[in-house]
């Protein structure tokens, strides 16, 4: 940070009098150039500074002893936010109105004793706003104001952990993060090739099902009507298991694309306002990378922290007005810092909750099977994620498939999803049970199948090659299937049964005739849906009663 030098020439004679008055000091010099250096090298006089300090308000010292405590440098609006208000003024009327002797703020304070600076400075993300105290001055105030403690008497600073371990209460029910993140991607596209609803072998959910579909779309697998590109999802099933899901952690991390605050389930996001995703989310692995390994840690403690220590990680321009968010719940706009528990809170829980646990880098846990999310730690899969390999611990898929006599196919997790992937979509799909994937395969299926160019051939080459065994009859039938087609059906009729074969003539040539339908014997014939009444008529008129026609 700049010195106090440079940060006085920046004022003009007048402002520079006031300094030189609250300190007490006689200032006789002729013009800023002349001043400047007379001025700092009084502030500088350690006894005079100890004995500034220790006469600052209560509140001031409080405001300042935080400032040291940050490294002497905050942004702007986090400063503000919590010290007060600097109010512009230019000559004229700070001469008028005298805010060094009618100070508004702490800040205020601080400002008109030299104590506190301006300025914009690069960062990482570009030029930011920040609040500081002069690299020389900051030296000699370190050693003079109270520095606080983060509760536990140790001293606060940019180093200490942001929150507090869980309790046992707030780790009651532990969910560890696994690598199903793998075997969900495979279902979605399953689900999208084909054109039906996946949901029946995918979380309960809509949230996570969402973040598939996200992730998936910024890797390129899902084009940007959300149809899958077939190149690309074939390269992506026959990636190993770990390979699978470190690509997906590596898409995440890296996207600049992949928005976690417009899929925060609290919230939606309304206009065209801009944010920045991937910068916001290096600053939540940055403060999560300050957590303890092994240990569990308290989900709203590292909040209020995030809150305390660094508010403004995804606003970096403490700008809290021009994002157009609502509560989903409420449909209340979310403007201004007050709501910050609402947007910020919402997207750290949602990040530590979801995107983080799906992708396997944090386990959580909650008080009891339904809650929300209040601990997590790091997962046994997070280290070698981390570090850009492949968890090793994740072997390669090898499972078999069994097939029932009845039709049914059921498949573990530990098939290789390319193969899953070219199944299922021969089939329907049943219910899961004890993480293992049913199907069975039916005539509409088959014909769906067929429709987008499958062939039975290739179902029957897959069956064999990787199922334990295959009934003979589910061999013959899906032979039958490809040569001929359906060759049994079942569905529900209407069916007149007559007394002998001349009344069945006899109705065939009365005007009922345009009901009758397929005849399936010498006296009994399919009927319309919906015509018993009109056949009942025709057969009264004939002299005939009708059973179950009333």
């Known amino acids: 940070m700049p010195n106090l030098q440079h940060n006085l020439r920046k004022f003009d004679y007048g402002h520079l009098q006031i300094v030189a008055n609250l300190w007490g000091i006689p200032l006789d010099a002729p013009d800023v150039r002349h001043a400047v250096p007379l001025l700092e090298a009084e502030l500088k006089n350690n006894e ?16 300042l002893a935080w400032l040291v405590s940050e490294g002497g440098t905050v942004t702007w609006a986090a400063f503000t936010r919590r010290c007060g208000e600097v109010r512009e003024m230019g000559p004229g009327r700070r001469d008028r109105e005298h805010p060094d002797q009618n100070p508004i703020s702490p800040a205020e304070i601080l400002w008109y004793r030299a104590f506190l600076a301006r300025g914009f400075f690069d960062t990482e993300t570009g030029p930011q706003e920040f609040a500081y105290v002069p690299n020389d001055l900051l030296e000699l105030v370190s050693a003079i104001v109270p ?6 008497g140790t001293t606060s600073n940019v180093n200490i952990f942001l929150g507090r371990q869980a309790t046992p209460e707030e780790r009651q029910h532990v969910t560890k993060a696994t690598a199903q993140i793998v075997d969900h991607t495979c279902t979605l596209l399953a689900g999208l090739r084909m054109g039906i609803d996946s949901s029946v072998h995918l979380p309960k959910s809509e949230t996570a099902t969402a973040f598939f579909r996200a992730i998936l779309t910024t890797m390129g697998i899902l084009g940007a009507e959300g149809n899958p590109n077939p190149k690309q999802t074939r390269a992506f099933l026959n990636l190993s298991r770990a390979e699978t899901i470190l690509a997906l952690w590596q898409a995440w991390l890296s996207s600049s694309t992949h928005n976690d605050l417009r899929l925060t389930p609290s919230l939606q996001a309304e206009g065209a306002w801009e944010n920045d995703p991937l910068r916001t989310r290096k600053e939540i692995l940055k ?4 957590i303890p390994r092994n240990t569990w840690w308290s989900v709203s403690s590292f909040i209020a922290r995030v809150k305390e220590k660094h508010p403004d ?3 970096h321009s403490g700008d809290y007005d021009s994002w157009f968010l609502k509560d989903r719940g409420t449909g209340e706009y979310l403007r ?14 949602y990040t530590i909750a979801g995107p983080l646990h799906w992708l396997g880098i944090l386990d959580t846990a909650t008080p009891n099977a339904n809650a929300p999310v209040t601990a997590f730690r790091f997962s046994a899969l997070s280290n070698a994620l981390l570090d850009g390999k492949p968890p090793s611990t994740l072997g390669p898929e090898t499972g078999q498939i069994t097939i029932r006599s009845k039709g049914e196919i059921d498949i573990a ?3 290789p999803r390319a193969i899953r992937y070219q199944i299922a979509r021969f089939c329907t799909w049943k219910p899961l049970k004890r993480e293992r ?8 299926s088959l014909a769906r199948a067929e429709e987008q160019g499958l062939q039975v051939a290739h179902l029957l080459t897959l069956l064999q090659g990787h199922a334990q065994a295959v009934p003979p009859n589910i061999i013959q039938a899906l032979r039958r299937w490809r040569q001929q087609g359906v060759e049994a059906s079942l569905k529900k009729e209407t069916v007149l049964r007559l007394s002998s074969p001349a009344m069945l003539q006899a109705l065939k040539k009365s005007r009922a005739s345009r009901f009758l339908r397929e005849q399936l014997g010498p006296a ?10 009109k056949i009942a008529e025709a057969l009264m008129e004939m002299g005939f009663l009708v059973r179950g026609a009333g």
């Not at 005079?48 to 405001?63: D, I, R, Y």
Request: net charge negative.
């Open 287 to 290: 403060f999560l990378s300050r």
């Open 48 to 63: 005079l500074l100890q004995e500034v300090v220790n006469a600052l308000p209560q509140s001031a010292m409080q405001a």
């Open 413 to 415: 997790a530990s098939v």
């Open 524 to 533: 009994a014939v399919v009927i319309e849906e919906g015509a018993e009444t």
């Open 147 to 152: 520095v606080p403690t983060n509760g536990e």
């Open 313 to 315: 990680f995804q606003r």
């Open 336 to 349: 201004g810092f007050e709501h910050w528990s609402q947007v910020e809170g919402a997207l750290l829980r």
């Open 437 to 444: 994937y049913y199907y069975s395969f039916t005539p509409v």
